[in-house]
């Protein structure tokens, strides 16, 4: 993805909370590369899913035009949630790393915790080179 003008602040680099947009951006790719597309896979099951918590180490600034590369996986299985580990590049330099927890839950008001789908869990293990944890 390339920084946009409105993701820079006055220091004219990368404004913070825009990488968690960019992991977002992300989190929604890499659903669709495992074939389990956000949020219509998850339907089926009765369930969807909800940021818990986000933490970001930062290593460096991306600035206005520079080309990024973001790359996303799942690090760990809970029982109802997973954690993504998602980093953005300029290059080779890695520039930040976040981590994202998802609860899976009933869609709607009720938000009741649901375990993470079996076959959800299935597709990404088939996947990823490096398996999830599971705890």
């Known amino acids: 993805m390339r ?3 409105a993701d820079v602040d006055m220091q004219g680099i990368v ?3 825009n ?3 960019y992991a977002d951006n992300g989190m929604t790719e890499y659903m669709r590369a495992v074939g389990f597309p956000y949020p219509q896979a998850l339907l089926p099951f009765g369930a969807d899913i909800f940021a818990a918590g986000s933490s970001i180490d930062f290593k460096g600034s991306a600035r206005f ?3 990024l590369r973001v790359g996303a996986r799942i690090e760990r299985f809970g029982r109802t949630s997973f954690r993504f580990r998602i980093s953005a590049f300029r290059g080779d330099e890695l520039l930040n790393d976040i981590r994202t927890t998802y609860v ?3 869609p709607g008001e009720d938000r009741k915790t649901l375990p993470v789908p079996a076959k959800f869990i299935e597709i990404v293990e088939a996947f990823e080179a ?3 944890e599971r705890t």
């Open 15 to 17: 404004f913070n909370p």
């Open 65 to 67: 035009d520079d080309m």
């Open 3 to 5: 920084v946009r003008w």
């Open 19 to 21: 990488y968690l947009v």
């Open 104 to 106: 899976c839950a009933t």
């Open 130 to 132: 490096v398996k999830p």
